[in-house]
């Protein structure tokens, strides 16, 4: 009987293992899908669900060096997308794809927000920072679950302990 149910668990675990390897095969494979790419417009299939300059908040893409995050969507795959504005003359910009994220499944009440995270005890946004949040109904009070930060100098996206940010709602701006 006791066997059995190291069998059994035996099996489960790796079974779980294995299910999980495939989901990092995929992610790996979403990944480098789009890594390097140098395009003027997202891929057939992709969607934008909006991004953020990094190096201000408005601007003025014939004009912007530099580099933005967007998120983006294909299908049921959800990611954010770390890129630099490449030098072009006119008013499309032309981009490249350093780093993608595929980002976890999430609730109704979930969203990622961008630029709207203070580090510290700073009143200054982290435009480098976005996060995965759980909205609570209040500017102040969103819940962070998970937090990336674009490192400009590796050109990529780091995970970020969330200990001493505060994100706001980006959504009571605009009341």
Known sequence: MTFKIYITGFLSLLLCTITFAQSDKETNRTREKYIGLQLS?????????????????????????????????????????????????????????????????????????????????????????????????SYDNTIIKMVWKANRLERKIEVIAADSLRCKDEKFFHD
């Open 41 to 137: 417009s997202l891929p057939k299939g992709c969607t934008s669900d909006g991004g953020l300059n990094l190096n201000r908040l408005y601007y003025d893409w014939a004009h912007s060096d530099g580099f933005y995050i967007t998120q983006v969507r294909n299908g049921s795959i959800r990611m954010v997308w770390f890129n630099r504005i490449l030098p072009r003359d006119s008013t499309q910009p032309l981009f490249e794809v350093l780093d993608v994220i595929v980002l976890p499944r999430f609730g109704k009440k979930q969203k990622i927000i961008m630029g709207t995270c203070l580090n510290g005890n700073t009143d200054t946004f982290d435009t480098d920072i976005f996060a995965l949040v759980e909205e609570t109904g």
